[in-house]
């Protein structure tokens, strides 16, 4: 009797990672050295894949065969988040690329004869565009940091290091004290993949961090490695940076959804706005390809079309 067999002929187990997918994600953290989170949104989506297994009594990934992937493909698809609406293309297109994934190592690792998998095309998801605050958004926001207790200090310091550095939520949280070079105006951070990189900040960033460091973060936590800290002393947690950007935002009466990543966004649009190197904005952003970064080109070639449509005299006129 096959594996596959002998699990419709009974009862199965609450679905959980089998050894293969383990085996893939040891691969991830140790050999490829992806980050934390990615790991994790890859150890989510194996989940999902193996639930789909379970309910179709398939006794895992080394027995599925090309057409139990198509229709995996497919239930995706058609499955609803614990809200009641369906996955969004993005979401259906990375869990694809971690299935994908997934068979791709079992054949290079000589578990399975054959990639169940390789000839399953990769839905496509297009790519939302980047919604970037314009400067003067920006600056309402900076400016509705009121105060000079330590906790208004620390809001500002890590809105304007936010935006000064175009960070990603993860990287500010993990930046530590030594990190930062007050004399230089750079910062060294840790981004995806386990990467370090050098990130320069402005003046305004830069004498905000004075502040904080001097007046606001001795009298919170004088003994913390942390560069932001809580009310507590604790290392600032990502979800503790996306309220207080969001209270702000509320303060500054802006309307529409502003997180960590919005200044991020903003960062790498107006940089490319002012005229800078496309490869520039690459290094400063951390991304491993250039091509995640010529969307912020494409944000601002939209900008263009909009100023030309309101300015042109002729831009609207037909005859």
Known sequence: MSEREHAQGGARPTPVLPSAALAFLDHLRV?????????????????????????????????????????????????????????????????????RGLHRFLA?????????????????????????LSLQKVERLLGAVAGHDPRALRDRAMMEMLYSCGLRISELVGVDVHDIDLVERSVTVTGKGSKQRLVPFGLAAARALDAWFVRGRPAIAPRSGAAFVNLR?????????????????????????????????????????????????????????VTTTQIYTMVSRQRLREVYDQAHPRARRVG
């Not at 992806?34 to 194996?46: E, Q």
């Not at 006794?59 to 969004?88: H, M, N």
């Not at 290079?108 to 970037?132: F, I, M, Q, Y």
């Not at 904005?281 to 951390?286: F, R």
Request: glycine share 8%; net charge positive.
């Open 31 to 99: 050999e490829r050295g992806l980050a934390h989170n990615t790991v994790t949104a890859y150890r989510r989506d194996l989940g999902l894949y193996a639930r789909y297994l379970h309910e179709r009594a398939i006794d895992g990934p080394l027995v599925a065969r090309p057409e139990d992937v198509e229709e995996f493909v497919a239930w995706v698809r058609q499955r609803r988040t614990v809200r009641g609406s369906p996955y969004a293309p993005s979401s259906v297109a990375r869990t694809v690329v971690t299935v």
């Open 108 to 132: 290079r690792e000589g578990l399975v004869e054959d990639d169940a998998a390789a000839d399953v095309a990769t839905p496509t998801a297009r790519r939302p565009l980047p919604k970037a």
């Open 233 to 289: 002393g604790g290392r600032l947690t990502r979800q503790g940076v996306w309220k207080i950007v969001k209270r702000h935002a509320e303060t500054a009466g802006l309307s529409q959804s502003v997180s960590p990543h919005t200044l991020r966004h903003s960062f790498a649009t107006h940089l490319l706005d002012g005229g800078a190197d496309v490869r520039a904005v690459q290094e400063l952003l951390g991304h491993a390809h």
